[in-house]
């Protein structure tokens, strides 16, 4: 259902700004339709793997907004900011990792408690 519902919203964004209206029974124009959380965390990790990191944080960064619970995002989320040596930052997603169930590797939680002098 979930790759439907992608799809779906993919043909309306292009028949959108092809200028043409889709027939049906619904009509998308007053539909707001939403990109499901694992697809920006998805493309995420495209971006992350292409070293475009700033990209790859604006796709988790939507992945949470749509799924404030995905650990997976909140993870790599903080991941990025230890990459860039903003260490409070990444602690705070950590810890929003943490507060959701999600687990966080132990050793990373130590090197950024490290970075931070804690």
């Not at 439907?4 to 964004?13: I, K, M, N, S």
């Not at 124009?29 to 998805?42: D, G, Q, R």
């Not at 990790?45 to 907004?65: I, P, Q, S, T």
């Amino acid at each position: 259902r979930r790759g439907f519902q992608v799809r779906r919203q993919l043909q309306a964004g292009l028949l959108k700004e092809a200028g043409q209206s889709q027939s049906g029974a619904q009509d998308l124009k007053s539909e707001v339709l939403s990109i499901p959380a694992e697809y920006s965390y998805v493309h995420g990790n495209l971006l992350f793997r292409l070293k475009r990191f700033e990209e790859a944080l604006a796709e988790f960064e939507k992945a949470v907004v749509a799924d404030p619970k995905h650990g997976r995002a909140l993870n790599n989320i903080a991941n990025i900011y230890y990459m860039t040596r903003q260490y409070e930052r990444s602690l705070e997603y950590i810890e929003r990792a943490e507060s959701v169930g999600a687990k966080v590797n132990p050793d990373f939680k130590k090197a950024v408690l490290q970075a931070l002098g804690k």
